[in-house]
Structures are given as C-alpha cells and as structure tokens.
C-alpha cells in the first residue's frame, strides 16, 4: 500500500486541485469522512432541482428540468395513428431519449452514448409500468383514430443522475400535455379544428376541447452511489466516474417501489443499504412531487 | 424527405398543411405576420455558459428561433487524422425532432454542418492550438425561421466563451426577398414563401466577410441593398453579442 499513503503524504503539501485529479477517490475519501461532499452538499442531499413547463411552443407539452446543472428538455408532440386491432380503444406514448453531442465530452456525432438507449428503455418501462397514463384516455374514434404521443426528451447538459431528470422531465411534460381539439373531416382524417371551424357543422368534433391527461399515480426517482458504507444521493458526473456502484429506485406517489435499478458495480447492496436508499428516494419523491405541483399550479394563473 | 415518407405511413400529424391561405405578400401594405418593419430584426437574446459540460457554449433566442450551442476542446484529434501543424475546426449542427412543425425532419443537417464550419474557420487563430482539435456542436432546440444565421453567431459566442482565440467575433444575418420587399431577419413563414435569400457571416470590426450566401432571383442593386441591410444588422447584433460577453465577465468577477 504505498500508492495512498504516498497521496496522503502529499496532501498537505499539494495544491488542491492538483490533489482532486490526481488521487480523485482519496479526495472525496477525505470529504467523506467528514459528512460533506466538495460541492457543499450532505451526502443525503438532491441538488437544487427546477421544472418549468411550456418551454417549447411548437410542441403540445413540453418541460425544461434542471437537477443541479444537468439539464433536460422534454416534449410532445402529438399525431394521429389507427388503433391496433388487439386494443382499439387505446392510443401510444413513443418515448425517445436523446443525448445530442451538445451534452458531454463524451457524446460525439455520429458515435452516440451507449446510455441513451438503455435510459430510453428505463424511461419507457417505467412510464408504462407505473399506470400513470391511461392510454384509453388517448383514443379518439374507436378503432378508427387515436392519438400517438410523441414524447422526445434531449439531455442538454449531463452532470449526472441522467435518468432522474428525464424522468422528472417526461412526467412532467405529460403533466403539462394539453390535447388538442380535433374534428374528423370528409375523407375520415382527423384535423385541428380552428375557431372559424368550430361554427361549421359539417365537421364531426371528436375531441371538443382542450384537455388535460389525468394522471394517476406519478412515478419519481432517486440514484444514489454505494461506495463502502456512504450512501450518496443524487451524485454528480464526476461522483458517477469514481464511484461506480449506482442504485436508482423508482417510487410512485403513493410510495409503492415500481422500479429498483443496480447495473452492477464492486459494491454488494445489503439489505440495510437498500432500506436507506428507500428512505432516501420516499424523502425526494415528496420534495419532487411538490416541486412539480407549484409549477403546474403557476401555469394555471397564468 | 424518406424519412418522412415512413413515419406518416403509420401516423400524420393533424395540423392543416395545405390549406393555409398565402398572405397577400405582394401587397405594398402587406405587413409581417409578427408585425415587425421590413428592416427590423427579431430582438435577439444570447446567454453564454449555457451547458456546464462543455468548455464553453451559448444559448441564442431570437423569436421562436431557439439554439444552443457547445465547444469541446482544443483537445486530441482522431486517432486517424494526419499530423497537422495548426488546429483543426469540426462542426455539427442537429435539430431536435420537436423543432420542425411537422416532427422529425432534417435531424442531422449536412448542409448547415459544412455552412457552418466555412463561416467560422475565417475567424478562429488555428495556429494556436497545433495537433488538436475544437469541436462546435450545435442544437436546434426550435426552429423559428433564419436558423443557420443564428446558430453561426451563437457559435461564435460560443467559442469566445471557451476561451478559443479569434481575430473577432462572428455575427450572421440574412435577408429574404419577398415580390418588391427586402425583410430581414425572417421567420418561418415568410422563408417557405421567399423568391430569395441573401445571408452574410461577417467579422464587424475588421469589417470582413467570412461567407456569403445567395440563392434565388436578385438583381443586383437588390443584392447591394440586401447586403447593406445584412452589414449594418451584423455591426448591431456584434455589439449585443459583446455586451454578453461582458456581462458574463462581470458576472464572474463577483
């Protein structure tokens, strides 16, 4: 063991930035010990998380999520698709995850991240595991026309807990998706109905106005990073490349577990470490959950 | 357009395409559908420091026209690329599939990627980061009409903020030629209805063009003032550009 003790040697002597690359583990070694984290933060602690809603006008609902400096920008838009035959009264969320070469280092064009589609395939199962949609809600003519949802979220900034804030994003422009109002024309296409439209009786209105999807039980998540016997909730992209052993945990609302996550790592999770992570993610979900109903509630002021 | 041509085999987006009434554009009392004069510009709005990833990046907001922008490097070249005594440029300009009216057109933009790096390369002092490599990639968050012109003068913005030297910064504009009338800065709608386009990229304080674009019917004392217009919108849209610059510099100071 001459490596560690040659660093811990040095740390007295080093600059701090210097020590912070060259021995990044030992760094955040010294931090833990002390209950911190080098932003400042308690290793319990999500980071400063905002949601506003409506950032896209070209698209039905959209949301701009930041957690800390990751960034995501969510949105839907919505066409029309014929039911299939085994469910003709149901309509279809596409949920598409993207990390344009804007995001990271690591991300160029033409090589794209190995996460997108797995985050892609998270974001989709858990979405429609947790119910939250009720996607009877999205026919329009029975086995005839019903709305595909077209729900497209771009990382703009990856600093970390990638999947929480697309997850945060997706809920959230669901939670802000208003339905057009359609009518069906002539020749059995669905078509906007604009005002003028609205007063000719010729058109058949399927949808009369606006709407909002309501939505059950939200699904939230928290990830946190197992390193010996420290928990760290909500880490960072640096914290995600020294320490590799992640959990991310999904609850809904109500607190029901929908999704619990562990690709791997050097770390074994116990059962005790799984409980406080649980605990971690009930904590974050309340904190989530209120964040989003303030911003849906400062849309309907405005 | 085959990409297109896949998706609305299974699903079509309901908004009326065709149906829409040209406005009476040939009119001498025409006016813009956003209500600006002919020679007024959307206000243009640019953040720098946009992405905390990068090495430096803007965000740029005129109109519906939004974009971001990042700057990664200098940093190592491919592995395959040749032994190069001065930097070298790469460029990528992508739209997200919400930004278009209709979904999902043009993601990867192979045009506006190679426009792009043109316009840029004049500007930047290659010789200072030898074997290396900066790389500018930009999204198109929503597409509102004179995008390329707006992704260039984010990008230079972009790069002052990472810290690439520059001879100076870059500002684009573009006109459209509509029947009789020259409107700048056009949106959407009057681009899909345009007999021309005329588009500068321009360095104000040298006064030098690093591109210029001209497509459609001109004549030529139309392209001079064309190109008047487009000149003195840059020298304007360079001074809200440095005054962000500045800001941030403040801003950072504290």
Redesign the interface.
């Known amino acids: 063991m001459v490596l560690p003790n040659a660093s811990e040697d040095l740390s007295t002597e080093m600059e701090v930035d210097a020590f912070r690359r060259l021995f990044p583990l030992r760094y955040y070694e010294c931090h833990l010990v002390e209950s911190i984290r080098p932003d400042g933060r308690a290793l319990a602690r999500a980071r400063d998380t905002t949601i506003a809603l409506g950032a896209?006008?070209?698209?039905s609902g959209?949301a701009l999520v930041k957690i800390g400096?990751t960034?995501m920008?969510a949105?839907?838009?919505?066409?029309?698709?014929?039911p299939t035959m085994e469910s003709p009264d149901e309509g279809c969320i596409a949920i598409?995850f993207?990390m344009?070469?804007?995001?990271?280092?690591i991300v160029?064009?033409g090589r794209p991240a190995e996460v997108a589609p797995v985050v892609s395939k998270q974001l989709s199962d858990t979405i429609s595991s947790s119910g939250m949609v009720d996607l009877k809600e999205l026919s329009l003519v029975s086995g005839k026309a019903a709305w595909?949802a077209?729900l497209?979220i771009?990382c703009?900034?990856?600093?970390g807990a990638v999947f929480d804030a697309a997850l945060l994003s997706a809920t959230a422009a669901l939670s802000h998706l208003q339905i057009?109002a359609?009518s069906m024309n002539d020749d059995g296409?669905?078509?906007?109905m604009?005002e003028e439209d609205g007063e000719r009786l010729a058109q058949e209105p399927v949808n009369k106005e606006k709407r909002k999807l309501a939505l059950r039980s939200i699904p939230f998540s928290l990830t946190c990073i197992l390193y010996k016997n420290y928990i760290l909730a909500d880490p960072t992209?640096e914290e995600e490349s020294i320490m590799e052993t992640q959990v991310t945990i999904v609850l809904d609302s109500s607190s029901q577990l929908i999704s619990f996550y562990k690709p791997g790592g050097s770390v074994l999770a116990y059962t005790p470490a799984i409980q406080d992570c649980v605990a971690l993610t009930r904590q974050r979900v309340k904190e989530l959950q209120s964040i989003l109903d303030e911003a849906n509630s400062a849309m309907e002021v405005e | 357009m085959a990409g297109k041509a896949a998706t609305t085999s299974t699903t079509y987006s309901p908004s009326p395409t065709t149906l829409k009434t040209k406005a009476p554009i040939f009119n001498e009392d025409w006016v813009r559908p956003d209500g600006r004069g002919f020679h007024q510009c959307r206000p243009a709005f640019f953040r720098t420091g946009a992405v905390n990833a990068a090495s430096g990046s803007a965000y740029a907001e005129f109109g519906n026209t939004k974009v971001i922008v990042s700057v990664f490097g200098p940093r190592e070249s491919k592995k395959a690329m040749m032994y190069s005594d001065i930097g070298r440029l790469n460029c990528n300009v992508s739209f997200t599939t919400f930004s278009t009216p209709l979904r999902g057109q043009g993601l990867d933009n192979k045009e506006y990627t190679a426009m792009l790096h043109k316009a840029l390369e004049g500007s930047i002092m290659l010789e200072t980061f030898p074997k290396t490599t900066v790389d500018v990639f930009a999204l198109v968050l929503e597409s509102g009409g004179s995008d390329l012109p707006v992704v260039i003068s984010c990008a230079s913005l972009a790069l002052a903020d990472a810290g690439i030297m520059m001879y100076d910064l870059i500002a684009s504009v573009s006109v459209s030629c509509l029947g009789k009338n020259l409107v700048i800065d056009p949106i959407l709608e009057e681009e899909s209805s345009q007999d021309g386009s005329l588009m500068i990229t321009c360095m104000p304080s040298r006064y030098e063009i690093t591109q210029l674009t001209v497509t459609g019917d001109w004549s030529t004392p139309k392209i001079n003032e064309g190109m008047q217009l487009c000149l003195d919108a840059c020298a304007k849209l360079a001074k809200i550009m440095r005054s962000c610059l500045k800001e941030a510099a403040l801003g950072s100071q504290e």
């Open positions: 896209v006008a070209s698209a959209s400096s960034t920008l949105a839907i838009k919505m066409e029309v698709m014929t598409d993207h344009p070469p804007i995001c990271s280092p160029r064009p595909m077209f497209d771009y703009l900034d990856a600093d057009p359609v296409k669905i078509v906007l604009s992209a």
